[in-house]
């Protein structure tokens, strides 16, 4: 069965074909790489086949059938076969229910915890969670591209996830973002680049400097400053390697006044000048 309403869908508002959509199907060949800039807290089921997820230093194995949470952050993956893969990413216009909701899961004191922030937790589908993921599956291969629709569908994951899993598990699977706090997170992300200074950008999100360096270490687990230098460090590094603008156009783009700065940068992230590692990614 197709959709009937095809123009209404395509012509509405909520109707959104972009590159990366809060719900996507990606379906890769055996032994397609893939290194990619997560942007959102995304929860990745597969479907089909079997892939490598290299995560920090450690090689994570997932099958068909698993699902694990990916945090913001630069993620390499590889198939070992071919292999069906379905994104959900999260974002800041969920509804959650008051009882099973990834904020409640962290209500517990800290010395109740014991779990390990740098490891993904892998959890197995269950009956439940496969008819749910065919039902979204099918709606997409269909061609449904509502961002209504797909909020929806990522609020409903989040609660079969709490309802049919036990909160020990959910607490695991969800500790690469133990704060849930996602609206703090995609503010952020969105915005660091349009600000000068860290204090601008508490001032933009009503909070204090101490406020803002607090929540940011605990969204993020490292300070302001370290992560937009991080930040930045990789979208020059993305520029010199892979555009066509001059280093002067680059430099200038990223508010570095005297072109020595540039180099110094570059020399301290980089290891090289701007130059040569242009020239070591030609060659």
Known sequence: MGIYN????????CYRDSQEALLEI???QSGESVETRFRRYTILFVTEGVIHILYGKTT???????????????????????????FFRMCSELQECPNFNTTALWSEPEEKR???FEEMYILKSNDKLEHFLAGVYSVLQDGAKCVVYMRMQISLLLFLIQLYYPREECRKFFSLH??????????????YSKYRTVNDLADAIHMSYHQF???FKKVFGVPPHQWIQREKAQLIY??????????????????????????RFCRRNFGMSPAALRNSKKS
Not at 6 to 13: A, Q, R, S
Not at 178 to 191: I, L, Q, W
Not at 244 to 249: F, G, P
């Open 213 to 215: 360096g607090y929540q």
């Open 60 to 86: 994570h194995t997932l099958s068909k059938g698993e699902f694990v949470f990916l945090p913001i952050s630069s993620i390499r993956y590889r198939t070992l076969e071919k292999s069906t893969l379905l």
């Open 26 to 28: 990606k379906e890769l």
């Open 238 to 263: 993305q520029d010199i390697c892979r555009s066509d603008k001059t280093l002067k156009e680059i430099a200038l783009q990223y508010e570095f006044d005297i072109h020595s700065n540039f180099i």
């Open 178 to 191: 133990p704060t849930s706090d996602v609206k703090f997170a995609e503010f952020v992300r969105r915005n």
């Open 6 to 13: 095809i123009d209404t869908h395509l012509n509405c508002f």
């Open 114 to 116: 014991h779990l390990n």
